[in-house]
């Protein structure tokens, strides 16, 4: 039996390319597509996986849009995907087919290019593009023949289930914690903030053992202050959230989610472990950035003259200039390595994933390779014991935080000291003392 609906898809991308038609994808699904043109004998072509309805209120609305007086005759073709003839009295001419070749032979006398159909059409192999109309498609990609690219541009504004957790973890919940470390904490220093509501470091994760740090750094973005902290998830995670629904539609949201969600702990225990300095405090949404865009880089690396290999290398523009800029203008170097690590990592990840046995190739090396270095030396130097870090003020004030709030214990928060090499000693309310 064909594939009915790799035939629709075949049928509509030969109507967009060779006759012009225009696709409407408001009103399509995978069952009914409606293309359009206002030009062409026949100005609505209904494509159907099965029997089309009697009764469609799409199709009247088409009708009536397309009208220019009231009166106007609209010649309609349907054509039904089905191994049976249609039986029902359809408006205008239907057309029941079931295969490649029934549809050349029934739709030549109404299409005389429909010879160059050809099924599963490769949407890589487009023909070639004028500049005039590439402008114009990246203008407005609705104006694209590519199924794929439109569908991912239709998801840039589309919530999923994997971007309502995303716009949770990295823009609700930073937005909750800047508010409640300006109504609790006025006077606390932004690394102790960040800390507090679940930042990364060494002496904490790695060496006090609260290993749920590296499911939380990114839930705070306080480490500079409120009006930093508000930059970096407005305009910073909050533009990159377009992008991700957008690179979820272009590969596919099992592929997205894969690489995203093992990334994000990855990497927080990668850079807690590698990078002892008692001012590398890990947090905010830089990292989930980072993430996106090696995802969507390796997914347009290469030269093809496409719009969504421009359009998706136009919209990497922008996350990657803050990507660079950023870090370097609040002076917080230690910043690159989350965000080199959260790239490498999930391109990796993303890479692994396509890659089929038929195909592979000695590249593959390389992503096994960064993936392998980014488990094991973390786990390496988590496992070595370094002299006792330098007495670290930004955790122990989170630590006296804790312990003034009750979410901690002054035991637990003296264990930690110990583990750490602070003479330093955590008293019941709170204060602390040498």
Known sequence: ?????????????????????????????????????????????????????????NLNEIKENLKTQKREKIE??????????????????????????????????YFSK?????????????????????????????KSSNIKFKKAIQKMNRNTPISIILVSMFFILPLVTMVLSFLWFPNINGLSLDLFFGATNRNLTIVGQQWWRIFTYGFTANSNGAIMAFIQI????????KIARYTEGLIGSFRFALAIFITYPLVGFFVSAAVPDQMAVFSGGLGFMASVVGVLGVTTWDKKREPIQLFSKNRMVFPIFCLVIYPLFLGQMHLYIMIIASAAISSSIYLLSIYKK??????????????????ILPLTLSLISYYSPAHDPYSAITLQLYVRRNLMTSDSANIIFKKNGWDWFMNSDGSISS
């Open 76 to 109: 309609i073709i349907n054509i039904a995907l089905s191994d049976s003839d249609i039986e029902i009295s359809l408006e205008g001419l239907t057309l029941s087919v079931s295969s490649l070749e029934t549809i050349k032979t029934k739709l030549k006398p």
């Open 234 to 241: 407005i305009f910073l995670t909050g533009g990159v959230i």
């Open 114 to 142: 429909i010879d160059s159909l050809r099924e599963n059409e490769k949407e890589d192999k487009e023909e070639y593009i004028s500049d005039e109309e590439m402008v114009e498609i990246l203008k407005d990609p609705s």
């Open 358 to 375: 038929n195909t592979m190739d000695k590249l593959i090396i390389i992503p096994i390779v960064i993936l392998t270095i980014s488990f």
């Open 1 to 57: 039996m064909a594939n009915f609906n790799e035939l629709k898809l075949s049928l509509v991308h030969y109507f967009v390319k060779v006759e012009k038609y225009k696709a409407l994808e408001n009103y399509s699904n995978e069952y009914v597509s409606y293309l359009i043109n206002p030009k062409a004998d026949y100005k609505i072509i209904r494509v159907t996986v099965g029997s089309p309805a009697s009764s469609d209120k």
